[in-house]
């Protein structure tokens, strides 16, 4: 019986670098059954490239969601509701 040292003996079934690429987005917004995910784990640890572009998308994602929240201005808040108030007004006079 001769000793299988291949990387799918060691790692069973293997991903190539298109096919993690390729779900990243998927597994990242947690949309993949548990095995998928498994496997592209298992090739995100031993994948230096492939973990490399994982952990720059969680971190930019990360930096898009802290950086891109829009403040309304109270004031823009209070004309809107002005306006809406002053529509339902005229819109039930109408009736």
Request: charged share 30%; with cysteine; glycine share 6%.
């Amino acid at each position: 019986m001769s000793e299988d040292t291949s990387a799918s003996a060691l790692f069973g079934q293997q991903m190539n670098c298109d096919d993690a690429v390729h779900q990243l987005y998927h597994y990242l917004d947690g949309e993949l059954t548990e095995e998928r995910r498994v496997r592209i784990t298992e090739h995100l640890n031993f994948c230096g490239p492939c973990g490399g572009a994982a952990e720059f998308e969680v971190e930019l994602r990360q930096v898009i969601a802290n950086r891109c929240k829009d403040h309304v201005p109270e004031s823009l808040i209070r004309r809107i509701a002005e306006a809406i108030d002053e529509e339902s007004r005229q819109h039930d006079g109408d009736h």
